[in-house]
């Protein structure tokens, strides 16, 4: 049970969790996945991103309907919980914090490098540690206020993105384009999945605020669809038009592909230059404060079910948000950017994600089987062929980038049985399994 000082405050719509969704992903498309191109060619990675957009497609239609059957701020971590039990809540649950508390510092990074670019006297990391400050305590203002300022700042996310493409598609060539395509050959394509993920990671964060959710179920369902097919749109017209400009090698390495883009076409002393870095900033703050969100919900939740310290779960008893979470968030966020690199925080980022999916979409087959009761407003269609598909290929990319990325997999995986072995030594693990095995005898019944 939970009390008040434990209790979401419900104010969101659907346009709110478009927004939201959207705006979680949005600066995917403003760099990240660039760093593709490196490992890849442009059309190793467009390959891999084709596969990973059906990926995506058939995931958010399976996991709409866990979402939906079960609203909770702990998202997959609460569809672990009912399906597999403590030990498959714990690792959906930290699965979930590594995909979220790595992605948060990388596009601070980038949020950095966008302004250096504008104003190459400001420091990069300096600039990527304010960042955190500023939109921490925006968060904080209440969850209404933080959605609003998603949405606001998505619609002006997606509108620079929208003219970019106006802008620099005349000048973009297929011939460029198709310069040095695949120089790794097909395994090039495996190690760019991480990086086409990155164009669509932390959406299922949307799962996150289902518990502040008006109407929540239907306004569920729309939000999610209407999200993917946004970012998928978004997703392939940025990476085709940015590669027809210049070739791959000139862009790869960069945390600004679009700002150097426009420079190539516009000429970097062009008004239009500075004007299109501006508005770009809007994309990764977008994204930025959406994860912050996210990421805030999922330590409240895990702090309110004994996997965290019981203090993470807290709110503010006017605003309703929760405070410690925020701030704890924040704090991970600014040491990981000042350890890792863009690139390496993407791909812990990423196999993160991948664990959620594999995860989600094994809990989803477990509740069909052991709850085919549980209310479900909206069930994935094509069952079971959609999340099928989605599971085999989240484990196919698993695969590929702890072959690829062995000792970042590695240090994912070594976290996740320490974080094992303090859930057992602490004892937390036989109450937690003690409260479930309650719950479901309870739900057993109910079901009889």
Same mark, same amino acid.
């Not at 049970?1 to 939201?20: C, F, R, V, Y």
């Not at 087959?365 to 290929?393: D, E, G, W």
């Given at each position: 049970? !939970?009390?008040? $000082?434990?209790?979401?405050?419900?104010?969101?719509?659907?346009?709110?969790?478009?927004?939201?969704?959207? /705006?979680?992903?949005?600066? =995917?498309?403003?760099?990240?996945?660039?760093?593709?191109?490196?490992?890849?060619?442009?059309? @190793?990675?467009?390959?891999? !991103?084709?596969?990973?957009?059906?990926?995506?497609?058939?995931?958010?239609?399976?996991?709409?309907?866990?979402?939906?059957?079960?609203? %909770?701020?702990?998202?997959?971590?609460?569809?672990?919980?009912?399906?597999? @039990?403590?030990?498959?809540?714990?690792?959906? /649950?930290?699965?979930?914090?590594?995909?979220?508390?790595?992605?948060?510092?990388?596009?601070?990074?980038?949020?950095? $490098?966008?302004?250096?670019?504008?104003?190459?006297?400001?420091?990069?990391?300096?600039?990527?540690?304010?960042?955190?400050?500023?939109?921490?305590?925006?968060?904080?203002?209440?969850?209404?206020?933080?959605?609003?300022? $998603?949405?606001?700042?998505?619609?002006?996310?997606?509108?620079?993105?929208?003219?970019?493409? @106006?802008?620099?598609?005349?000048?973009?060539?297929?011939? +460029?384009?198709?310069?040095?395509?695949?120089?790794?050959?097909?395994?090039?394509?495996?190690?760019?999945?991480?990086?086409?993920?990155?164009?669509?990671?932390?959406?299922?964060?949307?799962?996150?605020?289902? *518990? *502040?959710?008006?109407?929540?179920?239907?306004?569920?369902?729309?939000?999610?669809?209407?999200?993917?097919?946004?970012?998928?749109?978004?997703?392939?017209?940025?990476?085709?038009?940015?590669?027809?400009?210049?070739?791959?090698?000139?862009?790869?390495?960069?945390?600004?592909?679009?700002?150097?883009?426009?420079?190539?076409?516009?000429?970097?002393? %062009?008004?239009?230059?500075?004007?299109?870095?501006?508005?770009?900033?809007?994309?990764?703050?977008?994204?930025?404060? =959406?994860?912050?969100?996210?990421?805030?919900?999922?330590?409240?939740?895990?702090?309110?079910?004994?996997?965290?310290?019981?203090?993470?779960?807290?709110?503010?008893? !006017?605003?309703?948000?929760?405070?410690?979470?925020?701030?704890?968030?924040?704090?991970?966020?600014?040491?990981?950017?000042?350890?890792?690199?863009?690139?390496?925080?993407?791909?812990?980022?990423?196999?993160?994600?991948?664990?959620?999916?594999?995860?989600?979409?094994?809990?989803?087959?477990?509740?069909?089987? +052991?709850?085919?009761?549980?209310?479900?407003?909206?069930?994935?269609?094509?069952?079971?062929?959609?999340?099928?598909?989605?599971?085999?290929?989240?484990?196919?990319?698993?695969?590929?980038?702890?072959?690829?990325?062995?000792?970042?997999?590695?240090?994912?995986? /070594?976290?996740?049985?320490?974080?094992?072995?303090?859930?057992?030594?602490?004892?937390?693990?036989?109450?937690?399994?003690?409260?479930?095995?309650? *719950?479901?005898?309870?739900?057993?019944?109910?079901?009889?």
């Amino acid at each position: 049970m !939970t009390d008040e $000082s434990q209790a979401l405050k419900k104010a969101l719509s659907p346009i709110h969790l478009w927004a939201i969704g959207v /705006g979680l992903v949005i600066s =995917g498309e403003y760099f990240g996945w660039n760093y593709g191109w490196g490992v890849a060619g442009t059309v @190793g990675l467009l390959i891999a !991103t084709l596969a990973i957009t059906l990926l995506y497609f058939t995931f958010i239609f399976s996991f709409t309907e866990l979402t939906t059957a079960i609203p %909770n701020a702990g998202g997959p971590f609460a569809y672990a919980l009912k399906a597999f @039990g403590p030990i498959g809540a714990l690792v959906a /649950g930290y699965a979930t914090l590594i995909e979220f508390l790595f992605a948060t510092p990388a596009i601070a990074l980038a949020l950095g $490098s966008y302004v250096h670019f504008l104003y190459p006297a400001v420091p990069v990391v300096w600039c990527s540690v304010a960042s955190f400050v500023v939109f921490t305590f925006i968060n904080l203002l209440g969850i209404k206020e933080a959605a609003w300022f $998603s949405l606001i700042m998505t619609i002006i996310a997606i509108g620079e993105l929208l003219l970019f493409i @106006g802008v620099v598609y005349p000048y973009s060539s297929l011939d +460029t384009f198709l310069h040095n395509p695949m120089p790794f050959g097909w395994p090039g394509v495996f190690a760019a999945l991480p990086f086409a993920i990155w164009l669509f990671v932390c959406l299922e964060g949307m799962a996150m605020v289902a *518990e *502040e959710v008006k109407d929540g179920k239907n306004a569920i369902a729309k939000g999610y669809i209407s999200a993917v097919l946004t970012l998928a749109f978004l997703a392939l017209t940025v990476m085709i038009s940015v590669g027809g400009i210049t070739h791959w090698e000139n862009l790869d390495h960069l945390d600004y592909p679009m700002p150097e883009a426009i420079a190539i076409v516009l000429g970097r002393q %062009n008004p239009l230059t500075k004007f299109f870095a501006s508005v770009g900033l809007f994309g990764l703050i977008a994204s930025f404060h =959406g994860i912050i969100i996210s990421y805030s919900r999922q330590i409240f939740a895990l702090a309110r079910s004994g996997y965290l310290p019981h203090g993470l779960a807290r709110v503010s008893r !006017t605003r309703k948000v929760p405070v410690w979470a925020l701030v704890v968030g924040a704090i991970f966020g600014i040491i990981a950017l000042i350890s890792l690199d863009t690139s390496k925080l993407v791909v812990l980022s990423t196999i993160g994600a991948v664990i959620v999916y594999i995860v989600s979409m094994l809990s989803l087959f477990r509740l069909r089987q +052991t709850q085919p009761a549980m209310p479900r407003s909206f069930k994935a269609p094509f069952y079971p062929i959609f999340p099928a598909i989605a599971l085999l290929l989240a484990v196919v990319t698993l695969g590929a980038m702890i072959y690829f990325y062995s000792w970042l997999s590695l240090l994912f995986f /070594g976290g996740l049985v320490l974080i094992m072995a303090i859930f057992y030594m602490s004892g937390r693990y036989q109450k937690i399994k003690q409260e479930w095995e309650g *719950e479901m005898i309870v739900s057993q019944s109910h079901v009889e």
